[in-house]
């Protein structure tokens, strides 16, 4: 089935250090959405990218959306204590409605 | 607007014992569905709804039932509690036309 990847699964940085996750979609993307779920907490949703190559910034998170819509990124620059959580990429399933395929996440831990 | 709401916040059952997870929406949202989250697994989907008196199951569905009689409610049966459904529970709606999830807090379950 329908399968979506995400790398690394964990990360450990010190505070003011980048970070990249990244997403890959065994199928091409109408859409990607990403998520954050602080510890203990709910996902909640951060963004969704829906044009091939697309770009999207939110303060010190950067998001792209590949050419071939299979695969995409989070950056965060100089990374702060608040920014401590697990991301999650999810796709649509292919002739699934409004079905999400989630990624397995990525957990950011840092070192203040 | 409640946004998404869940009850019990935690529940502690024994082997064999049924419930119900409450989980209702305020904003006029057809689609819900419920996940739950374990270590390294990520968010997978149990059943989902994209309206009153409509489901189906998702990737892991035995053992839970479903129904949806109203727009706003979307409660998880379990039939015969099992150790191996302990969990996080996430309910979820999503805006008519939309793919982004809006998550509830949240269940802990825990089966002894």
């Known amino acids: 089935g329908q399968q979506v990847m995400q790398i690394p699964q964990y990360q450990h940085v010190q505070e003011g250090e980048d970070f990249t996750t990244y997403c890959n979609s065994s199928?091409?993307?109408?859409?990607i959405q990403w998520y954050k779920q602080r510890p203990g907490g709910h996902p909640v949703f951060l963004i969704q990218l829906v044009k091939s190559g697309e770009v999207k910034k939110q303060k010190r998170l950067t998001f792209q959306f590949g050419e071939a819509k299979k695969n995409s990124s989070l950056h965060i620059t100089a990374t702060q204590t608040t920014d401590v959580g697990t991301y999650f990429c999810?796709?649509?399933?292919?002739?699934?409605?409004?079905?999400?395929?989630f990624g397995q996440g990525t957990r950011l831990t840092i070192n203040p | 607007n409640a946004g998404v709401t869940q009850t019990p916040k935690f529940q502690v059952l024994k082997t064999g014992q049924s419930m119900t997870l409450q989980c209702a929406q305020d904003m006029n949202h057809e689609y819900m569905s419920w996940y739950r989250q374990d270590p390294g697994m990520g968010l997978r989907l149990i059943h989902y709804s994209v309206g009153a008196g409509i489901t189906d199951q998702g990737e892991v569905p035995n053992g839970y039932n479903v129904s949806r009689s109203t727009t706003e409610d979307f409660p998880l049966r379990l039939l015969s509690a099992a150790p191996s459904q302990t969990s996080v529970y996430f309910c979820?709606?999503?805006?008519?036309?939309?793919?982004?999830?809006?998550f509830g807090p949240g269940t802990r379950l825990t089966v002894t």
């Open positions: 979820a709606s999503t805006p008519p036309g939309a793919y982004e999830q809006y």
């Open positions: 999810a796709g649509p399933e292919v002739g699934g409605a409004q079905k999400l395929v």
């Open positions: 199928t091409t993307l109408s859409n």
